[in-house]
């Protein structure tokens, strides 16, 4: 498989190379690489996850939780041009491609980083992500509780995941885990999850 698209600062060595995000609303060419996830074709989860998410919040902020070289934080970012953007990811290379998709895309309220360079105080009003399940179910599930808490109330994450990868088991554990979780759609072997925010107590903190 080589190395991991979950690297820090992958020592692959460079091919660059573009690939094409066509939906009915829009059509990106972006700069991809060797080295970051999917670089040959845009991933179908991310284009299951793009053509059936209700529109993001016209206003607020948003979030892609794992970005890669962008697409769905391009897309955020295209559909809701009042809104500020971020992309997070690990992978420094991706992130460095994101950025360049995002100034060949003329989009400027959208911004990429590592997660220590996002505002801790942000709180977001969606989150939208392909999570990386090949990071281990613990790793994984470390992700979506250090970034599902910063929904703000009435906040919606959409997460999608392959069937065959545990998706109806992460539905499960995200409803143990208080954040209730539905199925927005089941498609091509993908399933999209919609996550709301947990409720909160009546002190205003979240229900444990």
């Given at each position: ?5 979950f690297a820090?600062?992958?020592e ?13 609303d ?34 607020g ?40 998709n ?17 505002d ?17 179910k ?71």
């Amino acid at each position: 498989m080589g190395e991991h698209y979950f690297a820090n600062r992958p020592e692959t060595a460079s091919r660059p190379r573009t690939v094409d995000l066509v939906l009915p609303d829009l059509h990106l060419r972006l700069e991809t690489d060797r080295g970051v996830f999917s670089p040959d074709r845009v991933d179908p989860g991310t284009r299951v996850l793009l053509e059936s998410v209700p529109p993001p919040p016209a206003t607020g902020t948003l979030l892609d939780l794992g970005c890669g070289y962008g697409p769905i934080a391009l897309t955020m970012a295209r559909r809701s041009p009042g809104a500020a953007v971020y992309g997070v990811d690990v992978n420094e290379r991706a992130l460095d491609l994101a950025r360049r998709n995002a100034a060949a895309a003329g989009l400027d309220n959208v911004r990429f980083g590592l997660a220590e360079e996002i505002d801790p105080t942000l709180r977001f009003d969606a989150i939208w992500s392909n999570p990386p399940i090949r990071i281990g179910k613990a790793a994984l599930h470390d992700l979506l509780l250090a970034w599902l808490p910063r929904l703000t109330p009435g906040g919606t994450a959409h997460l999608v995941v392959q069937k065959h990868l545990g998706s109806d088991s992460l539905q499960r554990w995200l409803n143990e885990r208080g954040h209730p979780t539905e199925r927005l759609t089941s498609r091509s072997a993908y399933r999209v999850l919609a996550v709301s925010a947990r409720p909160r107590s009546r002190t205003g903190s979240d229900t444990a």
